[in-house]
């Protein structure tokens, strides 16, 4: 058991650090003010410096720009892109877009993928996954799927209606899950759709508890005879659950890697605070319930690292049906530990931590949604319960 990265990627890690604390920190206010007008001068910058730094989507194949890095090095760079929420788009790592393209790379058809994915990987354009549906269709139980797709001639035709389809309004493609049968475990297919296809009708952004942020803001569609060519499926007809699996267990893990960046820096701005401001005669950070605070959360961020890299360190030797419980652990406690760190650091903060004078507020605002996107807790914990109960789930790996 080896905890080292090879040189290599530590010195990836590191310079990936360096930009963020260097390059994004420092104009992370401007960021969102650009983009609440609807500007982005500062991003397409910056976007620019990650290139020709050679830090760009580094976990896409070398023969589309990337590093050729498989989940246990993406588990390693993506936690310092997660240190601030813009940085995951700056180096075109950011969700939905990285698990579309995942998906494209390994799936898509030769004409999806020249028309869309060479695109995506080179930050033209940007993508949206439509699976969740208002009830009572398709949320937490994918077998509620109501969203419909029927053959007719060459053609596919898709009618429904999907909502918190992530980035959905300014994407140029949707990929669409809908049914296709009643079979319950071969009985739904993706499909990509152009996003301003005839048919295809945006509703609204869904005003949600976080913040809108570049492409965090929650689309509602509705699809109404949506006509697609056969090279439109993804797979193939009846692979939807299948390659909906493959897709989640993956973005489940990458988001406890930007998650662990945050919950990370949100600790070290504690250390910071609790160090030098004073209480009852003596700094913070010398009160035990100050002190046990720290180590909670130090011990929840610790914890959630080692369960996120040994789900990847399956990924990456080809036991990914044997990682979906370790995936659902993974998600389970790096969420729950996200929004705890940043309750803990509100609190340890007072009165400063409750004001928009210091972000935690801000953040646990959109944080909050960890605990529902990509498989609410309570389907997590029955996952790990089943697998455990089953014999299927090793604990002392």
């Known amino acids: 058991m080896d905890f080292a990265l090879n040189p290599e990627l530590a010195a990836l890690r590191d310079a990936i650090r360096a930009f963020v604390e260097q ?28 290139r020709d730094a050679g830090l760009w989507t580094p976990h896409l194949p070398k023969d589309l720009g990337g590093k050729g890095l498989g989940p246990m090095g993406m588990a390693a760079l993506f936690r310092p892109m997660g240190r601030s929420f813009a940085g995951p788009r700056v180096f075109n790592c950011d969700a939905p877009d990285q698990g579309n ?16 994915l060479a695109p995506l990987c080179d930050a033209e354009i940007t993508s949206a996954f439509c699976m969740t549906e208002p009830a009572p269709g398709a949320g937490a139980d994918p077998s509620n799927l109501r969203t419909t797709a029927r053959k007719d001639g060459d053609e596919w035709v898709i009618d429904g209606h999907k909502w918190y389809s992530t980035g959905g309004d300014a994407a140029s493609f949707l990929i669409v899950m809908a049914r296709t049968s009643d079979d319950p475990r071969s009985g739904a297919s993706m499909f990509v759709v152009e996003r301003d296809a005839p048919g295809v009708e945006h509703v609204r952004e869904i005003k949600t508890m976080g913040i809108p942020f570049l492409a965090h803001r929650e689309a509602e569609f509705k699809f109404t005879n949506v006509r697609v060519p056969e ?38 701005m504690c250390r910071e605070y609790v160090a030098t401001r004073k209480s009852f005669g003596k700094e913070l950070a010398r009160h035990q319930q100050i002190q046990m605070l720290i180590a909670r959360g130090a011990m929840d961020v610790h914890q959630g ?53 210091v972000p935690f507020s801000t953040w646990y605002r959109s944080a909050r949604a960890a605990r529902i996107a990509d498989g609410p807790d309570e389907v997590h914990v029955m996952v790990v319960a089943r697998d455990f109960l089953l014999g299927r789930l090793e604990l002392l790996v």
């Not at 390059?23 to 990650?50: K, N, S």
């Not at 040994?310 to 993974?330: F, I, Q, T, V």
């Open 23 to 50: 390059r994004i920190l420092p104009v992370e206010q401007d960021l969102f003010d650009e983009d609440a007008r609807g500007e982005h001068t500062t991003m397409r910058r910056l976007q620019q410096e990650a």
């Open 101 to 116: 393209m995942d998906l494209l790379l390994s799936v898509a058809s030769d004409e999806i993928r020249e028309r869309y």
């Open 231 to 268: 090279s439109a499926v993804l797979g193939g007809i009846g692979e939807g659950f299948r390659l909906a699996q493959k897709r989640l267990v993956p973005a489940r893990l990458t988001h406890c890697m930007r998650w662990l960046g945050l919950a990370d820096r949100t600790l070290h």
């Open 305 to 357: 690292n080692l369960m996120t890299m040994h789900c990847a360190w399956m990924l990456e030797n080809g036991r990914d049906k044997e990682a979906r419980p370790y995936s659902s652990m993974a998600k389970l406690h790096v969420a729950r530990a996200l929004c705890r760190i940043l309750d803990d650091a509100i609190q340890m903060h007072g009165g400063l931590g409750f004001s928009e004078d």
